[in-house]
């Protein structure tokens, strides 16, 4: 069914049951993000009856057994696990805090190689199979979801199970439902993407490999789910890479995989046609992992879940590296005393607390007022054992084991298998000195433990045992404390700091699986939301770049802080930004993507390139991602110029190229399609009320802090910037765009002014002269939100400017532009649409 709701004047228009518009499908590209039929085919999410799966992953947790030790983990070539040998080099893996969990054979990098080879010898064979031979790896890819998946089948539980054991996850079983609520809308994003493929409109890259780095967390989800059975869907082998730390789950989840997909081929196919036969794993060390993406694998597209730090790592061996990167959460109490809230305190409590700090959307940076009037034993009855309502604080055990924590359904339970802080040691060299830093953090005094370093630091250790005498201050006793502060002995760490807003530069380390939380405390409520310290906020996410941001009302009707929320947000690029309240307080880890709360992981905009190939829209069409246009179909919209406004027209008729004519044309009628201002939420009415879309470069007073730089170099074609003219030109982004040419490239910049002054744009856009020194000074001297090299316009496919592959005019967009979703906690909530529906940040074609 189609509904329509307005407020001011807007109308956000969102079909809800795709079997309703399945004709509005025919010939749309609903694997482009927020197309029309994208949008369309989101639906309200069925719930999962989860409960024989939970009682089945308990059991299986608690009864391990010895196969992680008696069959290590090992090279899967095909589908089959290599034999084992007496010469393979067996090495003990450990679990995600250190201990030793079973074993794996490592593959030297000639044995790697050859798996690597035998998953690049598919695609040779695939690329001369007929379309029937990928619909049946299609069929059967997804038999074996549904089987994987399956609350009350044999596979789902063991994948919880593996989870628990392995990362100590608490709440695989939310996960596992994700997947199977997540899995139609994706699925149908590839239909979409193969019947293209059938029309000679892409081509699903199956030249390569498609590889996949796991992540700790989510792994059954971000990577079994979105990376290897959505490439498998569309008949691209996998290579999966194993980890370091927590290396059974993924082996694990491979071998499942293989076997599920081995019953699911009919018995008949041959062994291009079973599915089981894509699925390649590589058992080895980090150094031959990387020798394979530099000599071997350096042309497949890699799909990676990890730290800024990884990314980037991958990246310069991986130039189609396609990763999602963390970010410092942040949530902001719009109260005076906000910690004096129970709601607030519990919510923090939980935000931060999430798997242990293991979830890539923990809190783990509080804006609070007042909190700095707080001793540390206010601050230890606050956080961990908050006030229930009027009442007494809880008196309740904050420390469980993982498998506990799956049996109870709980999901921010300190871990009692966790090391303590005083019991892990610093990687950092220590230092007598006790400067402090730009910044406002002190250097380290001598350290040795984990605890040490952030005592020396300023952080509060609850409980910390220390081995540095100077650091004996920042700790309490829990002696007559609450259980829940007891159970928080130094595995619990925060540092208060009164000042109204984080400095620019303030990047605040992971702490992954420590919970560490770091707590601004402007003065008052009225402190942090003066139009100043607004600045001094929005410049700080620009810099640090959240993945999630979460903003707590102090009531309900808080009219006041609903609108700074927006001016925020407006003034942000973050992907997640949930808005709350007092009755229903907002968390960080809180997005539901397959209803249209839209998720991402997107380091800086001036670093992009630096991390990945394009951002990662989740959800959505994975392949979709390192596909390309053909050649024959830009020809055929190179064709179609009668249509374009005056501008887009001006710069396509400047393009010498028929395929850079047709692109340009491809990334108009994209926008045309998406750059609608803002879409609902599929489930608006019976959960959270929730917009979503492409949005502008941040909006505010600071003019360089929303710009985004197109340079344009002495040896770049026309060509190559035009489709970044377009998306800009035609759009209510236009004045947020400037260009940078090369003094060498005179046909460039003259082919620029004269597209842009027919539209009257050139005031706006403008078109300079500068070097590579000027240019790169200017880069630093006005810190531009995004930077864009005109060469790399085709969003890592290839080197488009050779006149090879066009990548996939939504992926390209995402380059130019954020996207992502704000939301309510409250349904149908009419405060929070009359504010952010109409707002300029929206991206919409330019009137």
């Avoid at 007598?432 to 300023?458: M, R, Y």
């Avoid at 502008?696 to 003019?703: A, D, F, I, N, Q």
């Amino acid at each position: 069914r189609a509904q329509s709701i307005n407020t001011n004047q807007n109308t956000i228009k969102t079909m809800r049951h795709p079997r309703a518009v399945r004709a509005a499908l025919a010939g749309r590209r609903p694997y482009h993000f927020a197309s029309s039929a994208f949008a369309g085919a989101f639906e309200i999410a069925t719930p999962v009856d989860t409960r024989a799966l939970r009682a089945k992953a308990v059991e299986l947790a608690r009864n391990p057994g010895r196969e992680w030790w008696d069959a290590p983990a090992r090279s899967i070539t095909r589908g089959v696990a290599v034999p084992l040998t007496s010469e393979m080099h067996v090495v003990p893996t450990v679990d995600a805090f250190g201990v030793e969990n079973g074993s794996m054979a490592l593959s030297s990098f000639e044995e790697a190689k050859a798996v690597a080879e035998s998953a690049i010898a598919m695609t040779k064979e695939l690329a001369a199979a007929p379309t029937t031979t990928i619909d049946a790896i299609r069929t059967a890819t997804r038999l074996a979801e549904d089987r994987l998946f399956d609350p009350d089948g044999p596979y789902a539980p063991q994948l919880v199970a593996n989870q628990a054991r392995d990362f100590h996850k608490q709440d695989g079983v939310t996960e596992i439902e994700e997947s199977i609520q997540a899995a139609p809308f994706e699925r149908r994003m590839n239909d979409l993407l193969l019947a293209d493929e059938r029309r000679g409109v892409v081509r699903v890259d199956r030249a390569n490999p498609a590889v996949v780095c796991c992540v700790a967390n989510f792994s059954n989800f971000l990577d079994l789910s979105r990376k290897v059975l959505r490439n498998l869907d569309v008949g691209a082998p996998v290579l999966v890479l194993s980890r370091g730390g927590t290396a059974q789950h993924a082996y694990r989840w491979s071998v499942l995989l293989a076997e599920a997909l081995g019953e699911a081929a009919r018995p008949d196919e041959d062994l291009l046609t079973n599915p089981r036969s894509l699925v390649h794993f590589a058992c080895c060390d980090l150094a031959t992992q990387r020798r394979l993406l530099a000599d071997v694998l350096g042309e497949a597209p890699l799909f990676l879940t990890g730290s800024r730090a990884a990314a980037a790592a991958v990246k310069e061996l991986a130039r189609r590296t396609f990763a999602s990167t963390g970010g410092p959460n942040t949530m902001f109490l719009c109260a005076d005393n906000g910690l004096d809230v129970g709601a607030f305190a519990r919510a923090t409590r939980d935000a931060a607390f999430i798997e242990h700090s293991g979830q890539c959307t923990a809190l783990r940076h509080l804006v609070a007022p007042g909190a700095h009037s707080l001793t540390a034993s206010d601050l230890e009855q606050r956080l961990l054992a908050p006030r229930n309502g009027a009442g007494p604080g809880y008196d309740a055990a904050l420390s469980v084991t993982a498998i506990e924590a799956l049996e109870a359904g709980q999901f921010s339970s300190l871990l009692s298998e966790a090391p303590g802080l005083s019991q892990e040691k610093s990687s950092s060299t220590p230092t007598t000195t006790t400067t402090t830093k730009a910044g406002g953090d002190a250097d380290a005094l001598p350290a040795h433990s984990i605890a040490d370093e952030l005592q020396a630091q300023g952080y509060h250790v609850v409980a910390g045992a220390s081995s540095s005498p100077a650091a004996t201050t920042t700790t309490t006793t829990t002696e007559g404390a609450p259980l829940a502060v007891r159970d928080a002995a130094d595995k619990v760490a925060w540092r208060v700091r009164e000042r109204s807003a984080p400095e620019a530069s303030w990047k605040p380390d992971e702490h992954w699986r420590r919970i560490v939380l770091d707590v601004t405390s402007p003065a008052s409520r009225a402190a942090l939301l003066d139009e100043r310290n607004e600045d001094a906020l929005a410049a700080w996410l620009l810099e640090a770049q959240p993945i999630s941001v979460a903003v707590n009302k102090a009531s309900v009707s808080d009219a006041e802080a609903l609108a700074w929320a927006r001016r925020l947000w407006e003034r942000s690029a973050c992907v997640v930004f949930s808005i709350g309240d007092v009755a229903q307080p907002a968390i960080t880890p809180q997005a539901r993507p397959q209803e249209g709360e839209i998720f991402g992981e997107v380091p800086p905009r001036a670093t992009l390139d630096k991390h990945t190939a394009a951002p990662v829209v989740v959800p959505g069409s994975t392949p979709a991602a390192a596909a390309s246009y053909t050649t024959a179909y830009l020809d055929g919209l190179a064709t179609h110029l009668d249509a374009l406004p005056p501008v887009v027209r001006s710069i396509v008729e400047a393009c010498e190229s028929r395929h850079a004519k047709g692109y340009c044309v491809a990334v108009y009628e994209y926008l045309r399609d998406a750059a609608v201002g803002p879409r609902s939420g599929a489930n608006a009415d019976g959960g959270r009320d929730c917009l979503w879309g492409l949005q502008r470069p941040p909006l505010g007073r600071e003019t360089p802090r929303g710009v985004t730089w197109l340079r344009v170099s002495a040896a770049d074609a026309f060509d190559a910037a035009a489709p970044s003219l377009v998306a800009f030109a035609a759009t209510n982004a236009a004045s947020q765009l400037r260009v940078s040419v090369h003094p060498r490239n005179a046909d460039a910049l003259a082919k620029i002014a004269d597209a842009l002054r027919a539209p009257a744009l050139l005031d706006d856009v403008f078109a300079r002269h500068r070097t590579d020194a000027q240019f790169e000074a200017d880069v630093r001297d006005h810190a531009p939100w995004n930077v864009l090299r005109a060469a790399d316009y085709d969003c890592g496919a290839k080197a488009s400017t050779n006149g090879l592959d066009y990548g996939l005019a939504s992926v390209f967009v995402a380059r130019l532009f954020p996207f992502g979703h704000v939301k309510s906690t409250r349904g149908l909530d009419r405060d929070f649409r009359d504010a952010f529906a109409d707002s300029p940040k929206w991206l919409r074609l330019a009137q």
